[in-house]
């Protein structure tokens, strides 16, 4: 059974990055993107990008710009950095597998980690 | 690619259907349209991927259907499980987009 694991701060300061793990278990990294959404009472649930296990990544193009993200297979976990956040990115921070193919879902997802942002 | 869901809420009893719309901006491919519910305090999770095919474990009293922009997800008797929110997403277009959800309540 494929199970997914956010952890991370759960408070940050504004101008700051944000970095989360979301780690893996269950699964290969092969042939999947492995990807971040968040949720917010005011914005919904927005997906940030994802990253293939060739490398590729692929991130929404409103936060691109301060959007990194990276696969550590050996510890079996995939990160998320968003830099000089501000409470616009309060949130709850999910991370998800998302099917390449034919058809596309993100499934499973982790249980989500909460991120406040405030000084 | 905006997804805009209604109703908002939905006033239902069990054993009722419930039909729930997706309408999306611009016009998307049925290979690439999904639906989740989500609890309280829960993630999302996969209902229907495709339009119209569902997920592992999911009853056939949930189905998809549509084309185009408008899409509708159908639960044909409401089981005290089933009330939740309700998410469409797309993957037709970059960024991929959710709806804003309908909550489907007793």
């Known amino acids: 059974q494929v199970q997914l694991r956010e952890s991370g701060p759960g408070l940050v300061k504004p101008s700051e990055t944000l970095s989360l793990i979301c780690s893996v278990s269950?699964?290969?990294?092969?042939?999947?993107?492995w990807s971040w959404i968040r949720q917010s009472p005011g914005k919904g649930l927005e997906w940030i990008g994802g990253?293939?296990?060739?490398?590729?990544?692929d991130y929404n193009p409103a936060l691109q710009s301060r959007v990194s993200m990276s696969l550590d297979t050996s510890k079996n976990h995939f990160s998320l950095e968003l830099t000089s956040v501000t409470t616009a990115d309060t949130a709850v921070y999910f991370c998800?597998?998302?099917?390449?193919?034919?058809?596309?879902?993100?499934?499973?997802w982790g249980q989500g980690t909460a991120v406040t942002v405030s000084s | 690619n905006l997804l805009t869901q209604s109703p908002g809420t939905l006033s239902l009893s069990p054993g009722e259907r419930a039909s729930l719309s997706c309408r999306a901006s611009?016009?998307?491919?049925?290979?690439?349209l999904a639906w989740y519910q989500q609890k309280p305090g829960q993630a999302p999770r996969l209902l229907i991927y495709?339009?119209?095919n569902r997920a592992n474990g999911i009853p056939d009293r949930f189905s998809g259907s549509g084309s185009g922009t408008d899409f509708t997800l159908t639960i044909t008797y409401l089981e005290p499980e089933d009330f939740a929110v309700y998410y469409c997403?797309?993957?037709?277009?970059?960024?991929?987009?959710f709806g804003q959800g309908t909550k489907v309540e007793i």
């Open positions: 998800a597998r998302r099917a390449s193919g034919y058809f596309s879902w993100f499934d499973p």
């Open positions: 269950g699964s290969s990294f092969t042939s999947h993107y």
């Open positions: 990253i293939h296990s060739s490398g590729d990544t």
């Open positions: 611009q016009s998307v491919a049925t290979r690439s």
């Open positions: 495709g339009t119209t």
């Open positions: 997403q797309q993957f037709d277009s970059s960024p991929y987009t």
